[in-house]
Nanobody, 125 residues
Framework: VQLQASGGGLVQAGGSLRLSCAAS????????MGWFRQAPGKEREFVAA????????YYTDSVKGRFTISRDRTKNMVYLLLSSLKPEDTAVYYC???????????????????WGQGTQVTVSS
């Protein structure tokens, strides 16, 4: 599966951004689509995931209530709405795809076999 992420930018603390991820190359019916982020000097961390067919969503604790992941099956798109942004949300955000993941493995980057190129999100204080 090929992924293309977009939508990053510079935003003030408290603001919002919507990231988009276009998927192509195969049927996603059994896939989990995830968003990860990586700040300078830090490891890549899980942000959110959604099951393509069922629409079930999963979030890391630090973004619950602020970020919303969604998918549009007609357009093969995955979105991440970032709200109430904080300076610590600054990172490169990556979308990723994995077939048939159990929930406990969604947070593990090596579980995903398709990655987008990343989009920079910078939150100023």
């Amino acid at each position: 599966v090929q992924l293309q992420a977009s939508g990053g930018g510079l935003v003030q603390a408290g603001g919002s951004l919507r990231l988009s991820c276009a998927a192509s190359g195969r049927t996603l019916s059994n896939y989990v689509m995830g968003w990860f982020r990586q700040a300078p000097g830090k490891e890549r961390e899980f942000v959110a995931a959604v099951r393509w067919s069922a629409g079930s969503t999963y979030y890391t604790d630090s973004v619950k209530g602020r970020f919303t992941i969604s998918r549009d099956r007609t357009k093969n798109m995955v979105y991440l709405l970032l709200s109430s942004l904080k300076p610590e949300d600054t990172a490169v955000y990556y979308c990723a795809a994995a077939p048939r993941l159990i929930a406990s493995m969604m947070r593990v980057p090596s579980s995903y076999d398709g990655w987008g190129q990343g989009t920079q999100v910078t939150v100023s204080s």
